[in-house]
């Protein structure tokens, strides 16, 4: 179950964090087993994050992002967080919605 919500991200992910909330209703196995899921989602490649943000955004916004760190600072099941600078030197947190989640909603 755990390789399945790992596998297909997104809302597996949300299914399996659910679950953990479930204590008593479901075997403590799969509680412990996924678990995992609370605070280590599988996060996406910068690649494809640039590939999000060239989507997302206009043109002079995507050209105000001078740095983004290649590891994110956090993931979840929906999204991932990464450091990044903007051309004036301003530090932000940039938060990435995953590039599949419109595919498993649809």
Do not use: W
């Not at 075997?27 to 989507?55: F, G, M």
């Not at 760190?69 to 903007?86: F, I, N, T, Y």
């Amino acid at each position: 179950v755990l390789d399945l919500c790992r596998r297909n991200g997104g809302m597996f992910i949300k299914f399996g964090q659910h679950a953990v909330s479930l204590k008593g209703a479901i075997p403590e196995t799969y509680i412990r087993t996924l678990s995992v899921l609370q605070d280590r989602a599988p996060a996406r490649a910068l690649e494809k994050v640039q590939a999000v943000l060239a989507h997302e955004l206009a043109p002079e916004q995507l050209g105000r992002i001078v740095q983004i760190e290649d590891e994110p600072v956090g993931c979840a099941s929906l999204a991932q967080v990464h450091r990044a600078k903007l051309d004036d030197g301003t530090e932000l947190a940039l938060k990435v919605q995953h590039d599949d989640l419109i595919h498993v909603l649809s």
